[in-house]
């Protein structure tokens, strides 16, 4: 090839390139987290075993204190939060693309499906890990109770699925009166663990799922359990 052949073929080849480097897609920098990837992730961690694992590692540490609280004296309790804390509302949450609907009916498995039928048909399954707390504190002789912002109408069917799912007989079930409005699920919460201390009783623990279950005090002990799937204030 002569040096005018090679020159001009050295120009048309960063010609060709300069037309593919300004024909290149440009690929804008994501500003925030991609809400259909978090899904993904949301699934996966549930999939994977990571979220039962995770689970069992918090309740497991509760086992553990509740095993070395000294049981005599006052009497102990001990409080549950229900959803995601007790009971696990998976079927609902994959129905809702991992989300809430709380009014229509509920569509299962494909969706959606609206909170009201969904509670009412009281098919949720027990957390495993918190079972197992709930009736190492009935052979310790501590009383159960379980705190929700459930509303009071929906109580037959939320004790329904309580004893199905096999907890031990409650001390007591505080649900969120019909249509009430609380700032924080602790304003409703709180002052209920305080009722308890006030009857007599020692709480000793108090596990959930969401910071506000555990917030305003009332309690020795507390342990939150994961929840990546929704937040109440």
């Not at 897609?25 to 996966?44: A, I, M, S, Y």
């Not at 590692?57 to 070395?68: D, I, M, P």
């Not at 009071?152 to 249509?179: F, H, I, K, V």
């Not at 699920?185 to 506000?212: C, H, T, W």
Request: proline share 8%; with cysteine.
């Amino acid at each position: 090839m002569t040096g005018s052949l090679q020159r001009f073929a050295f120009a048309t080849l960063l010609l060709l390139g300069a037309c593919a480097q300004r024909d290149a897609p440009v690929l804008p920098t994501e500003p925030t987290p991609n809400l259909g990837l978090l899904k993904q992730d949301l699934l996966h961690y549930q999939a994977s075993g990571d979220y039962a694992r995770d689970l069992a590692a918090v309740a497991g540490e509760a086992a553990r204190y509740l095993e070395g609280v000294d049981a005599g004296g006052e009497r102990p309790a001990i409080v549950l939060d229900i959803d995601e804390t007790s009971l696990s509302n998976w079927p609902y949450l994959v129905a809702n693309d991992v989300g809430r609907i709380m009014h229509g009916p509920c569509d299962l498995p494909q969706g959606p499906c609206g909170w009201v039928p969904w509670a009412e048909m009281a098919e949720a399954a027990p957390i495993d890990p918190t079972l197992a707390v709930a009736r190492l504190a009935e052979a310790r002789g501590m009383a159960l109770f379980l705190i929700t912002g459930r509303p009071e109408s929906q109580r037959r069917a939320t004790e329904r699925n309580l004893r199905a799912a096999g907890y031990p007989e409650w001390a007591g079930l505080y649900m969120e009166p019909d249509g009430a409005v609380f700032a924080s699920a602790a304003d409703f919460k709180a002052p209920k663990r305080r009722e308890i201390v006030e009857q007599g009783y020692r709480i000793v623990l108090n596990m959930g799922d969401q910071l506000s279950d555990l917030e305003g005090g009332y309690a020795e002990r507390t342990f939150k359990l994961p929840n990546p799937y929704y937040w109440i204030f």
